[in-house]
């Protein structure tokens, strides 16, 4: 069993408090306060552009912050404890296309500090997790765009990390390996990791067990799914979002 470490327990695995970020001149963070639940998948939905991918690079400590605090699982996001147990799959998979999977696995579990035994056991796992038997000694540059959607996430998911943050990681896949995924995914959380999973595509949303809306920048809703379409009254949650995210709701809100 590993020791405690900061952030275990039962509070938010993530907490941000009055978070701004400016990118080029432009507002695209705009006042966030927010927490994350631990051990469940939220899904931080929203249209493209609307700082999705910006707010994931806050919590990994890869995006300058201009004002506010971000706390991940009780250390400031970005600190180096933070390495080993933050996994992050970005929209286009950081692998090398040149090397085979178990090079590029390999390559990226001994920068996580894996060896021998630990290195070979947590590899064949993901390789499982992932389905990706059979290719380990094919270069990743040949794989499809599902295969190497699921080298990028096998990747993150080496070291058994507490706290997974995935961008779009089903766009572009198809329905038998999105329902997989998804699967994966409730299953890791029920394992005891927290998820944050983006997404612009709303049929996604329903699969989470909680949600954050987000629009502009801004948060629309924090809530599950079943909470969102009560409060907005919609039969589904597009018509909830496009609710939110209108003029007179947003006069509501405010
Ligand atoms: N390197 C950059 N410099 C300046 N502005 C940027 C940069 N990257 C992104 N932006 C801007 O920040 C805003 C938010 O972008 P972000 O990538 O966070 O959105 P997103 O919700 O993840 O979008 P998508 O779903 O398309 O990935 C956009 O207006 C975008 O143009």
């Not at 040149?98 to 390789?127: H, I, K, P, S, W």
Request: hydrophobic content about 45%.
């Amino acid at each position: 069993m590993k020791n405690a470490e900061p952030g275990d327990g039962a509070g938010p695995v993530v907490s941000g408090q009055d978070l701004v970020v400016r990118r080029g001149g432009q507002l695209v963070l705009d006042d966030l306060t927010f927490s994350i639940a631990a051990g469940k998948v939220t899904g931080l939905l929203g249209p493209s552009g609307c700082g999705k991918t910006t707010l994931m690079r806050v919590l990994v400590g890869v995006q300058m912050v201009t004002a506010g605090t971000v706390t991940v699982l009780g250390l400031p996001a970005g600190h180096p404890r933070l390495r080993a147990r933050v996994g992050y799959a970005t929209q286009a998979p950081a692998v090398y296309p040149d090397l085979t999977l178990g090079e590029n696995l390999r390559y990226f579990g001994m920068v996580l500090g894996l060896r021998g035994r630990q290195l070979r056991e947590a590899m064949a796992a993901v390789v499982a997790q992932l389905d990706l038997g059979g290719l380990d000694r094919r270069l990743v540059g040949t794989f499809s765009g599902g295969q190497l959607a699921r080298v990028g996430l096998a990747v993150a998911l080496l070291n058994r990390p507490d706290l997974l943050i995935l961008d779009e990681p089903t766009v572009g896949l198809d329905p038998v390996l999105r329902r997989d995924l998804w699967a994966l995914f409730h299953g890791l959380a029920a394992d005891g990791a927290s998820l944050l999973v983006s997404s612009h595509v709303m049929d996604e949303a329903a699969r989470c067990d909680t949600l954050l809306f987000m629009r502009e920048g801004r948060f629309l809703a924090e809530a599950s799914p079943v909470e969102i379409l009560k409060r907005t009254g919609a039969s589904d949650l597009e018509s909830a979002f496009l609710a939110l995210a209108s003029p007179e709701r947003r006069a509501v809100r405010q």
